[in-house]
């Protein structure tokens, strides 16, 4: 799975929940709430103050590492 900042939140967590501890980090603890899964990466980080880009390689990493 490749992550852009387009990519929804849900998608994510549906494919590997053990990245919730990278949203929870960055201030977004709302990640159970419907309207938040259905949330793109770029929109969630632009709402909480944090950087898209970053928020992206990491999760990426995660997803490389998973190979």
């Known amino acids: 799975m490749v992550i852009t900042q387009d ?3 849900g ?3 549906d494919k590997d929940r053990a990245t919730a501890p990278y949203f929870l980090e960055m201030g977004m ?3 159970g709430c419907p309207h ?3 949330e793109s990466i770029g929109e969630a980080c632009m709402v909480h103050g944090t950087n898209a880009d970053e928020l992206v390689k990491k999760l990426n990493d995660h ?3 998973e190979e």
């Open 7 to 9: 990519t929804l939140i």
């Open 11 to 13: 998608d994510v967590l």
């Open 29 to 31: 603890h709302c990640l």
């Open 36 to 38: 938040s899964r259905a």
């Open 63 to 65: 997803f490389k590492s």
